[in-house]
């Protein structure tokens, strides 16, 4: 058995900024990862705010692609959503392949002393009053003060605790993929309303680009590959995610905090999922060290993580609704 402050579960960007604020605070860290890194992970396109929180967590941004904005033919003729500007620098966000920041933040993690360890199967131990005390694999325990979920889509946690999801849609699948290009044209790129929902389309390399297609409806899926890349040679299979807008009732409880997307999830169309991920893993890492200096206040501190969490997915479920209403055709469950 071994004892550790905080057991992490799942090195995706949640996971990772929970560790490596929490071991950045001295907190003896685990790690717990199903996956060989580096790995494929969708979320390539990352608005300019994530670089403060890449900074904040000592990572250093490779030399990614970077681009002002993107181009979205919506409601209305083409406009350009530009990222903004100040008085010395356009603001300019990033083209990151997921496999290498993953990598990276796993990286920072490692180097500041967080045990990483590769795991199948773990189960929580929950003592019989009901809290969360740490990881059992096989016949191996990590024990936590605290153990953190950040497993994404897996919802390792929700799903063993049985813990109840708030849903905003239906079920709703994204398709993804990659094909071979250098000569798409500007015009062809950005995000496209259709009759059945959206797609989107973004070089993340000279000679690769990325597609995600949603449809509002069952009726709409049957629609994979954009028509405009049919020529294109694919990368790879097409592959499929619930992105359902959900988010777990309880994101914190005796022992446990949830992030990213185990917490909570919205399509790829709100955008920022990786920048959220990091935010609620350095929110909760946060947290931790506030209940660790102040044991008999561990419920106010939860309660105030889980009202941050609830707040931001409010504001991004009216977002996201407001945006759709502006659709061509719009989704009739809105
Ligand atoms: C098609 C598509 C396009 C997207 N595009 C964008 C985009 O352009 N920009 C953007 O910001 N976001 C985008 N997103 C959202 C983004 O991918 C996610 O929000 C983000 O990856 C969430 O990070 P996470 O750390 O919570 O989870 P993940 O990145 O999913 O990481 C979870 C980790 O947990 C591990 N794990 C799972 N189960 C277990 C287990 N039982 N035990 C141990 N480890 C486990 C997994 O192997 C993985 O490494 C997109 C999503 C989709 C589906």
Redesign the pocket.
């Given at each position: 058995m071994s004892h550790f402050d905080v057991v992490v579960?799942?090195?995706?960007?949640?996971?990772c900024a929970t560790a490596i604020y929490c071991a950045q605070q001295g907190l003896r860290v685990a790690l717990?990862?199903?996956?060989l890194f580096p790995?494929h992970?969708?979320?390539?396109?990352?608005h300019p705010g994530v670089e403060p929180l890449l900074h904040q967590l000592e990572v250093t941004a490779l030399d990614y692609r970077r681009h002002p904005g993107h181009w979205v033919h919506w409601d209305g003729p083409p406009r350009f959503n530009s990222f903004g500007a100040d008085r010395d620098s356009v603001w300019l966000g990033f083209q990151a392949p997921?496999a290498l920041l993953?990598q990276q933040l796993l990286e920072r993690a490692r180097a500041l002393g967080v045990q990483i360890v590769p795991?199948r199967h773990?189960r929580p131990v929950v003592q019989p009053q009901g809290r969360v005390q740490g990881v059992r694999v096989g016949a191996r325990q990590w024990m936590g003060k605290f153990v953190v979920d950040?497993?994404?889509?897996?919802s390792?946690l929700q799903r063993q605790l049985q813990i109840p999801w708030c849903r905003f849609s239906p079920r709703l699948i994204?398709r993804?993929g990659y094909c071979q290009d250098s000569s798409l044209t500007e015009d062809k790129l950005g995000l496209f309303a259709h009759p059945h929902g959206w797609h989107w389309i973004t070089r993340i390399s000279h000679t690769c680009l990325h597609w995600?297609q949603m449809a509002f409806t069952e009726a709409g899926q049957h629609r994979l590959r954009p028509k405009v890349l049919e020529p294109f040679k694919a990368i790879g299979r097409i592959r499929g995610?619930d992105?359902s807008w959900r988010r777990c009732h309880t994101t914190a409880g005796p022992g446990y905090f949830l992030?990213?997307?185990?917490a909570a999830?919205l399509d790829?169309c709100a955008?920022?999922?990786?920048?959220?991920?990091l935010m609620s893993g350095m929110q909760a890492a946060a947290a931790i060290v506030d209940c660790l200096s102040w044991p008999a206040g561990e419920a106010t501190v939860q309660a105030a993580y889980q009202a941050w969490v609830q707040k931001a997915v409010e504001r991004d479920v009216l977002a996201l609704r407001s945006f759709y209403r502006a659709h061509p055709c719009p989704p009739g469950w809105l």
């Open positions: 579960v799942g090195a995706g960007p949640a996971g717990l990862e199903k996956a790995r992970r969708p979320g390539e396109t990352l997921r993953d795991v773990a950040a497993t994404g889509h897996s390792w994204a993804y995600t995610a992105v992030v990213g997307d185990a999830t790829p955008s920022h999922g990786v920048i959220k991920a």
